[in-house]
DNA sequence: AAGACGGGGAC
DNA sequence: GTCCCAGTCTT
């Protein structure tokens, strides 16, 4: 029925990118792979899937990690909800099939994390099974070649969508299939300035056609980023800083950050950060130097960090954090530390720990003063 | 149906 | 600076 199918296989076979995980079709490296994938580009899961699949091989290897290791290969990556779901995904494999991957897209779908999208693509690639996907890149090519209006991600449009992939699939090649369309919208089909002129399909495609492929896919809804001040503090004891890891509550659970504070409008920023460290973890700061600015963005949120830096006495001990965290500050970032509290880490070993990207800039804009 | 959830690469 | 990515879960 589809004349889609034939050009599409045809030049995914000429022009596919090789890509790590395409050399293999074990399910286990299929699915880490598709899960690191989600809201995340392939140039910078490539290196991040090679480090992981060689600490945790199979299922059973990352069921039985703890969660610091788990967050030591996932810090940097985002979502970090996705790390635990896999570490859950990967026990329910081992517990519900004996560790080996079902041939059943429902199953599959039954696992902690997996979706609609992944569940279709571990099934189609891994498995060969006709199933369909819809990820922003299908949904871009769809749109554009159906003139599908609407923002694809939700109701009426995402449902055509999802018929659309299933209509046109290709039942004999669904891996491939799937991976060329996607292949097509992260390559060709892209968002801004598409090549056309490269495109196996363009003949079909309705929106080249009446010249309005800029106007799909529908753009998304998007909220003004709200604006947050954080004053940080890196504090050295001897060849150590001291860092504190992010409550289970709290965004970016479980990584790794420096001590900080979310300000309020007009705070003497100092001061502040300066009562809260003496408040929260009975550590005395009594020369807090301005050493920086980091910026960073999450979620709607713009971060402007002031960066102060304080050497402290050999021997500086600190207390477990005292009082209600939650409530000692607004937090939507900041201010976040567990039941731990201030612990200690030589400077050199600070790669590799799990340190979230925002504890990163805060450093690097203390190294460059 | 809408919101929460990171980070960075490309323009 | 802005856009948006091989999405999923929760409310």
């Keep these: 029925m589809s004349s889609l199918a034939g050009p599409l296989l045809a030049w995914y076979d000429a022009h596919r990118r090789d890509l790590p995980w395409r050399r293999t079709s074990d399910p286990w490296a299929i699915l880490v792979s598709e899960v690191m994938l989600q ?3 392939v140039e910078v899961v490539e290196e991040y899937w090679r480090r992981f699949l060689a600490r945790f091989d199979r299922p059973a290897a990352l069921a039985a990690a703890d969660d610091e290791e788990l967050l030591q290969h996932w810090a940097g ?5 996705r790390a635990r779901f896999l570490k859950a995904a990967a026990a329910a494999v081992v517990e519900r099939h004996g560790g080996r991957f079902p041939a059943d897209f429902d199953a599959l779908l039954a696992l902690p994390g997996v979706g609609r999208y992944t569940a279709g693509a571990v099934a189609s690639i891994a498995f060969g099974l006709p199933r369909p996907v819809v990820d922003g890149n299908v949904a871009r090519v769809l749109s554009r070649l159906f003139l599908v209006e609407g923002d694809p991600t939700r109701g009426a449009t995402a449902r055509r969508l999802w018929q659309l992939a299933e209509e046109h699939l290709d039942r004999e090649r669904p891996g491939d299939f799937n991976q060329a369309v996607m292949e097509l919208g992260a390559v060709v089909c892209r968002p801004k300035s598409p090549r056309c002129e490269d495109c196996p399909i363009s003949g079909a495609c309705r929106a080249r056609r009446d010249g309005v492929i800029d106007r799909f896919p529908t753009p998304k809804a998007r ?3 709200v604006d947050v001040r954080v004053a940080a503090a890196v504090l050295r004891r001897a060849d150590e800083v001291g860092l504190v890891r992010r409550d289970a509550s709290a965004r970016m659970a479980g990584l790794l950050d420096l001590p900080a504070l979310e300000l309020a409008p ?3 920023a100092p001061r502040r950060l300066s009562e809260w460290l003496r408040a929260t973890f009975d550590v ?3 020369r807090l130097s301005r050493v920086g600015t980091a910026r960073h963005g999450i979620t709607h949120h713009r971060i402007e960090v002031e960066v102060y830096e304080a050497e402290l006495a050999p021997g500086t ?5 005292r009082g209600d965290l939650a409530a000692a500050a607004p937090r939507r970032i900041a201010a976040a530390p567990d039941a731990d509290g201030l612990r200690w880490f030589r400077c050199e070993d600070l790669p590799g720990l799990g340190l979230s990207a925002l504890g990163r800039k805060i450093l690097a804009a203390a190294a460059d003063a």
């Excluded at 990556?77 to 909800?81: E, T």
């Excluded at 001990?317 to 954090?321: F, I, Q, R, T, V």
Aim: net charge positive.
């Design 223 to 225: 909220r003004a980023p």
């Design 284 to 286: 005395s700061v009594p």
């Design 77 to 81: 990556l985002g979502y970090y909800r």
């Design 39 to 41: 809201q995340t580009r």
């Design 317 to 321: 001990e600190a207390s477990p954090p």
């Design 266 to 268: 007009r705070t003497d």
